[in-house]
């Protein structure tokens, strides 16, 4: 698998819940590698007994970061592959692991990532928010005054915006975004690809009614509509322009654009056909 006929970092996904879902890539790489840097060892090495793994593993977590960068270079300086995984999904996600991939590409290392499950994605897709433009953040900052102002620079926003959270926060969380944001359409999944598995769907006010949840949570908050005002016509056309440029047909894009945007198809498709014939 070397690109450059150097040892390999591989950044491998792994299940963040149902391990049914691992690959058989997945489990050829944690085969084969010499090391697995892993956040938990005692969380990793169930993962690994279950499909009978038996490689090396060592930690790699925020409180040994700078020191484990070095152990894993030595690694690699001595031909040896190394695996990077978290507790669950994908490394570097809302968990450690900048700073040795910087180190690895600043040392000319092959860098390698294994496809695998990802909570936001999952989230997302069943979450019934639009899915064209999203925002991925993560945690917020577990203060709150720090976590408001991380809301108010994203209230703005016209994306979907999807923040991970801990069951002990969720409930001062959607407080939170409900006093910042507004009442905005909103979707809380927990417990994603377990036996558990849940979605409430319905708005963030709705959603502050909530109480005794469980489990690792994904919350997704839809951005901010434009109102008709504040449309700009010409970014429409542009828009619907990038759309026809890729291969979509010009009423398909003018549909998805109005869609979008919350604006009328048959007068949208009129102003761009109009537009055409005066170019």
């Given at each position: ?17 149902n ?44 409180f ?6 070095r ?7 001595e ?32 860098i ?8 936001a994605?999952?989230?997302l897709v ?14 917020l ?37 409900l ?23 319905g ?6 009614e ?7 949570m ?35 894009a ?5 869609e979008?945007?919350?604006?009328s ?15």
């Amino acid at each position: 698998m070397s690109l450059n006929k150097k040892a390999t970092l591989f950044l491998v996904a792994t299940p963040i819940g149902n391990l049914s879902e691992v690959s058989e890539r997945t489990l050829s790489v944690l085969r084969d590698v010499a090391v697995i840097a892993c956040e938990d060892t005692r969380n990793s090495i169930k993962l690994l007994t279950h499909f009978d793994i038996h490689t090396r593993m060592i930690t790699y977590h925020n409180f040994n970061e700078k020191e484990s960068t070095r152990g894993i270079l030595k690694f690699l300086e001595e031909g040896k592959d190394v695996a990077l995984i978290s507790d669950a999904g994908y490394p570097l996600i809302s968990d450690p692991g900048y700073e040795l991939v910087n180190e690895v590409i600043r040392e000319g290392y092959d860098i390698v990532t294994v496809s695998g499950p990802n909570a936001a994605l999952n989230a997302l897709v069943a979450s019934g928010l639009k899915t064209i433009h999203y925002l991925f953040y993560g945690f917020l900052n577990a203060k709150q005054s720090q976590a408001r102002k991380e809301l108010e620079e994203l209230k703005d926003f016209p994306y979907t915006l999807i923040f991970y959270e801990a069951p002990h926060r969720i409930e001062k969380t959607l407080k939170l975004a409900l006093e910042v944001l507004g009442d905005r359409k909103a979707c809380l999944a927990r417990e994603l690809t377990k036996m558990h598995e849940e979605y409430h769907r319905g708005t963030l006010r709705e959603l502050c009614e909530l109480r005794n949840l469980k489990g690792e949570m994904v919350l997704l908050i839809e951005g901010k509509e434009k109102k008709a005002e504040e449309i700009d016509h010409d970014e429409l056309m542009e828009e619907i322009d990038r759309l026809v440029n890729d291969g979509t047909r010009t009423r398909e894009a003018v549909s998805e654009i109005a869609e979008r945007y919350g604006i009328s198809k048959n007068g949208l498709y009129n102003d761009y056909l109009k537009r055409k014939k005066e170019l």
